[in-house]
């Protein structure tokens, strides 16, 4: 059995997870913004799920990391960095008496990790695809990427 297109549908469906829990940030902070929502429900919304997002990079830093994907662990350990910096100071949670003063930082930080997210989303989505093809072909007939040759057209 091949193991390697299981690790990366994991990979995948945790960053899916990271991906909509940003996303239900931003859509939280623009309610909030645009008045739709009070500061007390938009701040516990998103302090409910910002504790899970830090845990579950952190788990998917970890898991590249041991797994041995170590261009992949690189990139996400500035993000880890972060997110553990903030938590260590205690400045991770949403304060409902601050909110308005640091919206448009929220956000702009959350849409950078929305874009991170989704960078990782294509890096880890290709990877799957070349993982399942090479364990669909034979141990002995494997496709080698690299000595793959380009159309004389290109």
Known sequence: MAWEPILWL???????????LVIYQIVCL???????MNPYESSSRINSVVLKEYILHG??????LITGHWFISLLTFLPTYYN?????????????TEVFRFIQSEKKIRIF????????????LVSLVLSSINALV????????????LPSFI
């Open 10 to 20: 994991i990979f995948l469906v945790i960053n899916i997870a990271l991906i909509s």
């Open 30 to 36: 623009t309610d909030l913004e645009a008045d739709y």
């Open 59 to 64: 788990a998917f830093c970890i898991l590249f």
């Open 84 to 96: 553990v910096r903030k938590f260590l100071s205690r400045q991770h949670l949403i304060d409902v």
């Open 113 to 124: 990790k929305l874009g991170f997210y989704l960078v990782l989303f294509v890096l880890v």
């Open 138 to 149: 034979d141990e002995d007939d494997a496709i080698d990427f690299d000595s793959l040759q």
